[in-house]
């Protein structure tokens, strides 16, 4: 509890600086971090990192050769709410949550299945099915695409699975062979026709994709370590 406030005054402390107004969900927001950062520590140990006394005192060492002194890091700790023995806990939590996020990371492949996508998009489910029905009388696809999109014939590149935000899009996709394409497909901002162009299953990941995996992969695994664990919550 006591760590728990110390982070939450610093956290306060840090948007006053900078002048951010606090959401109404603070307190969730700085625990979930707490938590999350404790079980990434956890999972270090487990797998068999663990940050020793000189270890600490290395990173330590690293961060009074940043600021320019050993005073200046202390006065860093001071204006930030730390005693010694709480900078050193923290720390010492901090390097070994980003251990296990690394190596959790890293364990997304940078090869993955991949579909090349087109689309035509609609703002009404009428022009949708009028244009569906063109294709299903034998127009082609991609024709119609640089009809509709002329700029970027509806090219939405490739992507694998996990990579787009909306599941309903990459659920159509993926159950697409290459040169079929979907029925209309309704989302948030309009009504989709999808074509597949191609379709590889090892394919290398640009910078992006992988990324947004490995965010994926992050996440999921506190998702099931907090499925996992005991935690015990007593606030005020």
């Known amino acids: 509890m006591d760590e728990f406030q110390a982070e939450l005054d610093r956290f306060e402390a840090a948007t006053q ?7 109404s969900d603070t307190h969730r927001t700085v625990l979930d971090e ?6 990434l520590a956890q999972g270090a140990a487990e797998s068999g990192f663990l940050v020793d006394e000189s270890m600490l005192q290395s990173n330590i ?5 940043q600021l320019g002194s050993a005073q ?5 700790q001071t204006a930030h709410g730390y005693s010694s023995e709480d900078f050193r806990k923290s720390l010492k939590r901090a390097v070994e949550a980003a251990w296990m996020r690394d190596k959790i990371t890293a364990g997304v492949p940078e090869t993955a299945e991949q579909v090349h996508v087109f689309q035509i998009l609609f703002a009404t489910a009428v022009a949708a099915n009028e244009v569906y029905g063109l294709l299903l009388s034998g ?3 991609l024709e119609l695409a640089t009809r509709f999109e002329p700029e970027t014939r509806g090219d939405l590149g490739r992507f694998p ?4 935000q909306d599941a309903t899009i990459e659920q159509a996709v993926f159950a697409l062979q290459p040169g079929q394409y979907s029925q209309v497909v309704e989302t948030e901002i309009g009504f989709h026709i999808l074509y597949v162009a191609e379709r590889d299953p090892n394919h290398a990941l640009q910078p992006d994709a992988r990324s947004a995996l490995q965010r994926q992969a992050l996440q999921e695994w506190i998702r099931e370590r907090r499925v996992q664990s005991e935690i015990q919550i007593f606030l005020p």
């Open 72 to 76: 200046a890091l202390q006065d860093w």
């Open 161 to 164: 699975r996990g990579y787009l």
């Open 139 to 141: 127009d082609d696809f």
């Open 34 to 39: 707490l938590i999350d950062q404790t079980l």
């Open 17 to 23: 600086i900078t002048g951010t107004i606090l959401a």
């Open 61 to 65: 060492d690293s961060l009074e050769t």
